[in-house]
């Protein structure tokens, strides 16, 4: 987005005045390891290149005035009362702020524009991007204290998850705030720590296709997901007579042909996915920093076949775009995020993104009347000021 624009727009919403500082934060998309993050495993997410703006000025009044042209809204927060819930989209804004009130310094008035490009509620993570462009700006305008940048992170993992309620990991702030250009992040999650690999797509491009669909049961079996990994631990321990597993993570391949015999069959999917699709991210790390495409994309496939048949995350609209991916012959496609709707990723040859998507999308619709979204998307960096 043009900054200049940005700012006329902040101008008409606020009026005039000093000029505003701007800030932006990407979303995300993971590119492999899928239901990995809360189990300690390994994850491998970009930063895109669809942003959320966040325009930033100080006022002498005691409110801060918070402006989302996406849903051209404007809304009040009382800075002597920043961390009362409003179970709006504010309250991501507001756990933020709480946040920092507790850990950087007094918040003070302000005026803040959010304008977003990344589709909001498919997957690609703009609740991270709010969050980090709330802290960023933040911090810098009404001259905070500076905080390490995993303290950073993970104060905004506590706004999502204790003040908006979502029970996600620390990959989207993770992504939001440290992705790399040309790079991907391998993050071990039971650290937390990362390592950035670069990318070298080699001739082809990273297409998302979003379903637009999202199935309400996915919420209730992201956390039945949850609590057969915690039971799934439990047995394990129980049933070896010992008490130090603590994460499906810890489990080496060589050790499942000894595990999954003695567990109940759902449990042994669940467990053997986990421990899989670890696998799988190192070895697509490796295969990314070497040009290997070919065989990334076959670790895509792979992953998905595990999401859908051992892990029983996927969906009928899920499970027809990567079909369409293999009948297409391109290298590889999976569905990416929690899963049950959502969006999937595509290694398309470059140049021929435009033409996959349309016949992508021209088969979704005859098959299910819904038009899909697709973004083409680039490894970014992360969290910024702008101007
Ligand atoms: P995702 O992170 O995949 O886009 P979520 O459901 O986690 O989906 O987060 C979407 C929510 O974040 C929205 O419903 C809204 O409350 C909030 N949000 C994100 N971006 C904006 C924005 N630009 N303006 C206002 N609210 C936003
Ligand atoms: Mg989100």
Redesign the pocket.
Known sequence: MKTGKLKKRFTEIFGRGREPEVYRAP?RVNLIGEHTDYNDGLVLPIAIDLS?YGLFRTTDKDKIRVY????N?MEEIDPANISRRRD??T??VRGVLSGLESRAGTISGFDFY???E?????????????ELVTAVGAIRTLNLAELEDLDLVKLCQKA?NDFVG?N?GIM?QYASYLGRAGAALLIDTSEPSHRPVKLELEGYELLVIDTTVSHTHGNNEYNRRRRECETAIDEINEKFEKDELRSLSEIASEELSAILPRLEQKLANRVEHVVRENERVEEAANCFRQGRIKEVGELFYASHSSLRDLYEVSSPELDFLIEFARAEGIPGARMT?GGFGGSTIHLVPEGQTDDYLERAVGEFENEFDITPGGFPVSPSDGAKFQN
């Open positions: 979303g959320t989302s042209e996406n849903l809204k709006d989209w309250d991501y959010l304008n977003s990344i589709p909001v509620g498919s997957g690609l993570s703009s609740s991270a991007a709010l999502e979502a996600t989207d995020g």
